[in-house]
Structure formats: C-alpha cells, structure tokens
C-alpha cells in the first residue's frame, strides 16, 4: 500500500516536472521566433536603408554600406533583447 502511494506521488512529481520544461520550452521557442521575425525585418530595413542612400547619391558607397551595417547591428541588438 505504501509502495503504491510513493510510486503515485513519484510519477506525478515526473509529470509536473515535465510540464514546468515544456511551458519553459514554449516560450523559449516564442521568443526565438520573435527574434527571427526581427531579423527578417531588419534585413529589408537594411536593403531599404541601402537602396536609398545609392539612390540618394549623396555618400559615398562606403558610407551607404556602413548604414546597412549599423541597421543590422540594431536589429540583432533588438532580437538579442528578445531571446535574452
């Protein structure tokens, strides 16, 4: 009779762990998402930010590479915010 009750609290106590990870899981994988999504957009904020300042014709193309770095540079700061 003991037996059978330690083994019953021993396989909840599993299943409750097991939820807690998989609720922990779960919004590790939302945030990783989230960060993905701002990655992506940053990429064509980037492209954007690039195109403009070749179609601007006012910086040299140096300088308009520059820009695109600094944007992606924020947007993996911003995706970094999210997962961490």
């Not at 930010?49 to 947007?75: E, I, L, P, V």
């Amino acid at each position: 009779m003991f037996a059978r009750n330690a083994l019953h609290i021993a396989f909840a106590a599993i299943l409750f762990a097991i939820g807690i990870e998989g609720t922990h899981a779960t919004e590790q994988a939302q945030q990783r998402r989230a960060a993905r999504d701002v990655r992506q957009d940053t990429r064509q904020t980037a492209r954007d930010t690039k195109q403009g300042c070749r179609a601007a014709n006012q910086t040299s193309n140096a300088q308009c590479r520059q820009d695109k770095r600094q944007t992606k540079q924020h947007g993996r700061q911003a995706a970094r915010n999210i997962k961490y």
